[in-house]
């Protein structure tokens, strides 16, 4: 079976001073985590730490899946990939033609310093050549939906692709969106 990528682990400390952080409630950390990336071409997000659980739960069993996203001319499946605390986003056709070499699209990073404290803190940085804001927060949606929501349907196409490929039909996660 697949396997999450080994990458070094990204550090909190190296975007924010944690030491200005440490006294603030869930709710102060996430409303500053998401007005610090306001204005930056990036996706963020507050995680509710049982959510986070949940998700890497699912991730260690289905560490890669396919989700498409809209284009004018149909759909293209984006690739992604769980590593140790983030997530890595590749255009299908470029991993088929590259594989380990392709430029990844997005990455999500998850932080996990205030795990204890009831929230993980998300940052996606996307590349603008490949995806819009929307693509990308498109993906981040799926990827809840997928990985933490427990939709039967949606569990089901997890697993096909894990460990029943040749049963896997593209057109069901289009559907699914």
């Known amino acids: 079976a697949e396997k999450m990528v080994e990458v070094p682990e990204k550090r909190l400390e190296d975007i924010m001073k944690l030491n200005l952080l440490e006294d603030k409630t869930t709710e102060e950390l996430s409303a500053i985590w998401l007005e610090y990336h306001r204005q930056l071409p990036v996706i963020a997000a507050a995680i509710p730490t049982p959510i986070f659980n949940k998700m890497i739960e ?85 990827l809840q939906l997928y990985y933490t929501m427990n939709e039967p349907n949606k569990i089901k196409l997890l697993e096909s692709f894990t460990k029943t490929p040749e049963n896997f039909k593209h057109m069901d996660v289009i559907k699914e969106l």
Do not use: W
């Open 58 to 142: 699912n991730a260690k069993k289905y560490p890669i899946f396919l989700f498409p996203i809209p284009r004018s001319q149909g759909f293209e499946f984006i690739m992604l990939q769980f590593a140790v605390n983030s997530v890595h986003f590749t255009p299908l056709l470029c991993y088929q033609v590259h594989k380990e070499n392709a430029p990844e699209c997005l990455n999500m990073v998850h932080y996990t310093e205030f795990k204890d404290q009831g929230v993980v803190l998300m940052r996606g940085e996307y590349d603008t050549k490949v995806l819009t804001a929307q693509e990308a927060r498109c993906l981040a949606n799926q």
